[in-house]
């Protein structure tokens, strides 16, 4: 059956190209539609820094592969990390068998072969090697916590984290598809807890790019302290916000985490397949206000969510999602187009070999406008200016409730004073149609989207943006 053994290099490049093409044919041979081979090799480092400590180094290290057949709208998928001949062979026959296909020594494959590889990762072979070592990176991260110290006050909790995530991938299908790629991402996040009496403040930030070796060595721990600590101090002492229902402007970059949460999944072919979008027949319509366009691309330099291709061997492009409110297109991935017609985006994405691909949101962000953020404020008699996000949580239909971890009042067309313990809360379907100004200062951010092919790296933004209606959460 699988007689040709994978190469013994510890690399995943053209060299395999005889055991996956014998692999490939069995499987159609064996009469499935497609089959599918994903194969990884991963390299991660975390590290925590508490106060003036590092109190944990967490190296990690990987490599498996991921099989899925098609047949018909079905799909068996089983993951494995031994990769010798036999070990394919068995993950292979399950997978098979789910569909109730067996391998056969008389099946005629139909498949003639893998063309020649396209390979995305051939400039970014030493990527690996260029990134900082444990030493460096504890020494940046204990800079950051130090400065936290310097510019902070009354901060009872000092945290620095950082995590580097190396993966090559090598992706090969019975339709022609054979690529290969390297993925490099890097984060550094600092979290304070300020105190003084009865008064608390927690305010988090994150900062993340990609494809980029010397980014921990070109980050600005000063800078970031100062906006760490300066949150921190604002809020410590701010008032409790009173809720109601009013007009509220976001912030760019994290702000656009709503979007992302909130109408983003939903314009996803996993909620067309399960039913759960009210978007589903409204392609050609209007679900927001005319102001917004709202795209979906894998191309942006550095960006958390950019990559050359996606885990299903597709090139990443740019998807318009929503032009001047209506809907264009969904998000979809192979299975995707294949249940429910939506065209591939590039956009097939999982956590590891351990995971089927499924369609995933990779740069997110609703685009620019004409006005500036000053004009958004100076529209607003009286609501809520929300400079940064925190945690929250989704609905399968899009409800949202987002807690804001710095906000004002906006008083007159002017910010006036600080409130804590606002939330936002609403549906997608009834806030979309509210954005009715964007400002002209798109900004994105680093994050990371946890779905049904797990955890992944994604981008979100957008510009500051005025909602004319929201509930807002409070005392």
Known sequence: MIATAPPDTGRLDHRWTTALEELLACGRGAGADLVEVFLERTDHLGVLAEQDTITSVTPAFGMGAGIRVFRGHRDGFVSTND????????????????????????????????????????????????????????????????????????????????????????????????????????????????ADGEHRAGVGRRYGTSDQPDDLRRWDATSSAAEVCGSAGTMLYADYVEAGQMPAVLANRFGGVIFHEACGHLLETTQVERGTTPFAERVGESIAHEAVTAIDEGLTGGAFGSLSMDDEGMEAQRTVLIQNGILQRFISDRAGELRTGHSRTGSGRRQSHTFAAASRMRNTYIDAGPHTPEQLIASVDKGLYCKSMGGGSVGP???????????????????????????????????????????????????????????????????????DSITVGGR
């Open 397 to 467: 239909t899009g409800q949202f409730n987002f807690a804001v971890e710095e906000a004002y009042l906006i008083e007159n067309g002017q910010l006036t004073k600080p409130v804590k313990g606002a939330t936002l809360i609403g549906e997608a379907k009834e806030v979309m149609p509210r954005i009715s100004m964007c400002a002209n200062d798109l900004e994105l951010a680093a994050g990371f989207c946890g779905s049904v092919s797990g955890s992944i790296f994604v981008t979100v933004g957008q510009p500051h943006i005025k909602v």
């Open 83 to 194: 990769l010798s001949p036999t070990g394919l062979r068995r993950a292979l026959e399950q997978a098979l068998g789910m569909l109730g296909l067996e391998p056969s020594l008389h099946g005629t494959s139909g498949f003639d072969g893998l063309p020649a590889l396209r390979d995305f990762a051939a400039t970014k072979s030493d990527w690996l090697q260029r990134c900082p070592e444990l030493q460096e990176a504890t020494a940046r991260l204990l800079e950051g916590t130090d400065q936290l110290q310097r510019q902070g006050s009354h901060l009872q909790a000092r945290r620095g984290s950082y995590a580097r995530d190396w993966q090559e991938v090598l992706v090969a299908a019975s339709d022609g598809t054979f690529g290969r790629d390297i993925r490099l991402h890097q984060s550094v996040g600092l979290n304070v807890l300020a």
